[in-house]
Nanobody, 135 residues
Framework: DVRLEESGGGSVKAGGSLKLSCRAT????????MGWFRQVPGKEREGVAA????????FYSDSVKGRFTISQDNAKNTVYLQMNSLEPEDTAMYYC????????????????????????????WGRGTQVTVST
């Protein structure tokens, strides 16, 4: 079975940085979309960053653009999210996700088509890692 294991969450003061990691196991690295969603209680899961695993194209939501950077290490089947200039509004549970489809288009990832809707049944999900940003 495919498993996504997140790490790197924690508590930090506003203006600080954290780096999240997501390691995928149980399958061969393929060319599809992988990325990060976040969720606060009572709200829908929000896609914040995505990367095309068959290349380097990325997508960022407007709320994190310029502050967060998504990257991948294909040799380690790992995706990272470097979060800088953190704000209290970034406080959430962060989930790693990967499209269940073996292949998707690069444009689908980079245009935000994959990240804009959580599509719970169409993705693999990690268990989440909490990020808390205090003032």
């Amino acid at each position: 079975d495919v498993r996504l294991e997140e790490s790197g969450g924690g508590s930090v003061k506003a203006g600080g940085s954290l780096k999240l990691s997501c390691r995928a196991t149980g399958y061969s690295w393929s060319s599809n979309c992988m990325g990060w969603f976040r969720q606060v209680p009572g709200k829908e899961r929000e896609g914040v960053a995505a990367i095309y695993t068959g290349g380097s194209s990325t997508f960022y939501s407007d709320s994190v653009k310029g502050r967060f950077t998504i990257s991948q290490d294909n040799a380690k089947n790992t995706v990272y999210l470097q979060m800088n200039s953190l704000e209290p509004e970034d406080t959430a549970m962060y989930y790693c996700a990967q499209d269940r489809a073996a292949r998707t288009s690069e444009q689908y990832c980079s245009s935000g088509g994959w990240a804009r809707q959580p599509r719970y049944n169409s993705n693999y999900w990690g268990r989440g890692t909490q990020v808390t940003v205090s003032t």
